[in-house]
């Protein structure tokens, strides 16, 4: 698979970069991604992702662009209000690079047709907005031994990691085996989120998708990093798989 | 013993990283917590002992995107 001159100009500071150059960027073109959530996270994770030429992004979502979305999703925009998200962001995605193949997921990921739509893509991004999609998407992940980037964030701070038990990482539900009862932790629209860190942590999950795909550097796998936007700094957690988790530990493989 | 609960010093009398979570008050929280930096599940807390300076995480799982 080769580039076009167009193409050569386009990713020239990729290919120049020594841990890219040109097989790091032929594998970015012929990588498959699956983003979850074209939200806060997804925007900037889906728009960095286009740029840098994945050949195919997959995009999962079953909602419509609304006003107060635009304070960090920027991947929508105004006149956009009230138009599917992913029909907005495939609208962004065009308009950025040409050469990138959208897949429109229009529906809520559910345990009937996760495993149908983790299948197509190489790797999947969790930018999802509640606790039951962040475990069926660890889960078919996992099932189907895909690296998954994950990140969530809640106010001023984010979480980010490389979640790959078919690398001997750990995976979401190794750190938080028991999901939180509903209406425990904050969702954005009641506790309020920082637009810009959602910007911060949604990159960082495309530049980990982008050292995976690409073989470049040290993987966020077996640690988890924690970004303080209010105190302004990162901290990591390393983290190993637990032996008991019943997605990824012993008991999981029979 | 004064230990680093997510950067901030704070003064605790548990040891054990259990009895540590109930005194700080997350006693029965989903929570996940390391201890300088390495990832403790709840099962293995009992077994942990805190000491003077070591640095506690307490992380709640957000649910965001």
Request: glycine share 12%; aromatic share 4%; with cysteine.
């Given at each position: 698979m080769g580039f076009d001159r167009d193409e050569l100009e386009r990713y020239a500071r990729h290919i120049v970069l020594h841990e890219i150059g040109g097989p790091g960027q032929q594998r970015i073109k012929a990588a498959k991604v699956l983003v979850i959530g074209a939200g806060g996270?997804?925007?900037?994770?889906?728009?960095?992702?286009?740029?840098?030429?994945?050949?195919?992004?997959?995009?999962?979502?079953?909602?419509?662009?609304?006003?107060?979305?635009?304070?960090?999703?920027?991947?929508?925009?105004?006149?956009?209000?009230?138009?599917?998200?992913?029909?907005?962001?495939?609208?962004?995605?065009?308009?950025?690079?040409?050469?990138?193949?959208?897949?429109?997921?229009?529906?809520?990921?559910?345990?009937?047709?996760?495993?149908?739509?983790?299948?197509?893509?190489?790797?999947?991004?969790?930018?999802?907005?509640?606790?039951?999609?962040?475990?069926?998407?660890?889960?078919?992940?996992?099932?189907?031994?895909?690296?998954?980037?994950?990140?969530?964030?809640?106010?001023?701070?984010?979480?980010?990691?490389?979640?790959?038990?078919?690398?001997?990482?750990?995976?979401?539900?190794?750190?938080?085996?028991?999901?939180?009862?509903?209406?425990?932790?904050?969702?954005?629209?009641?506790?309020?989120?920082?637009?810009a860190m959602a910007g911060v942590v949604g990159a960082m999950q495309a530049v980990e998708a982008v050292k995976l795909i690409a073989q470049a550097g040290e993987p966020l796998r077996g640690r988890l990093m924690l970004y303080d936007a209010l105190g302004a700094e990162a901290r990591v957690i390393r983290v190993k798989p637990r032996a008991d988790c019943p997605v990824c530990g012993d008991a999981s493989r029979g | 013993m004064t230990i680093i609960l997510n950067g901030e010093p704070r003064e605790i009398a548990a040891r054990a990283l259990d009895a540590a979570l109930a005194e700080l008050g997350y006693g029965g929280a989903h929570v996940a917590t390391a201890v300088n930096g390495d990832f403790v599940p709840r099962g293995a807390r009992a077994g942990v002992e805190l000491n003077d300076g070591d640095r506690l995480e307490v992380l709640a799982p957000l649910q965001g995107g």
């Amino acid at each position: 698979m080769g580039f076009d001159r167009d193409e050569l100009e386009r990713y020239a500071r990729h290919i120049v970069l020594h841990e890219i150059g040109g097989p790091g960027q032929q594998r970015i073109k012929a990588a498959k991604v699956l983003v979850i959530g074209a939200g806060g996270l997804g925007s900037p994770a889906i728009l960095y992702l286009a740029a840098a030429g994945v050949g195919r992004i997959g995009i999962v979502d079953d909602d419509e662009v609304s006003l107060s979305n635009l304070q960090r999703q920027v991947l929508h925009h105004t006149d956009e209000v009230g138009e599917p998200k992913v029909a907005s962001a495939a609208r962004a995605v065009a308009r950025l690079n040409p050469h990138v193949e959208v897949v429109t997921h229009d529906a809520r990921l559910t345990p009937e047709n996760a495993d149908g739509i983790v299948a197509g893509y190489d790797m999947v991004l969790d930018g999802s907005d509640n606790f039951d999609t962040r475990y069926l998407v660890n889960r078919a992940a996992a099932r189907a031994a895909k690296p998954l980037v994950f990140a969530a964030i809640g106010r001023w701070e984010g979480q980010v990691a490389v979640f790959d038990p078919a690398a001997g990482g750990p995976c979401y539900e190794c750190i938080f085996p028991e999901r939180p009862a509903p209406g425990l932790v904050p969702a954005c629209a009641e506790a309020g989120v920082l637009g810009a860190m959602a910007g911060v942590v949604g990159a960082m999950q495309a530049v980990e998708a982008v050292k995976l795909i690409a073989q470049a550097g040290e993987p966020l796998r077996g640690r988890l990093m924690l970004y303080d936007a209010l105190g302004a700094e990162a901290r990591v957690i390393r983290v190993k798989p637990r032996a008991d988790c019943p997605v990824c530990g012993d008991a999981s493989r029979g | 013993m004064t230990i680093i609960l997510n950067g901030e010093p704070r003064e605790i009398a548990a040891r054990a990283l259990d009895a540590a979570l109930a005194e700080l008050g997350y006693g029965g929280a989903h929570v996940a917590t390391a201890v300088n930096g390495d990832f403790v599940p709840r099962g293995a807390r009992a077994g942990v002992e805190l000491n003077d300076g070591d640095r506690l995480e307490v992380l709640a799982p957000l649910q965001g995107g």
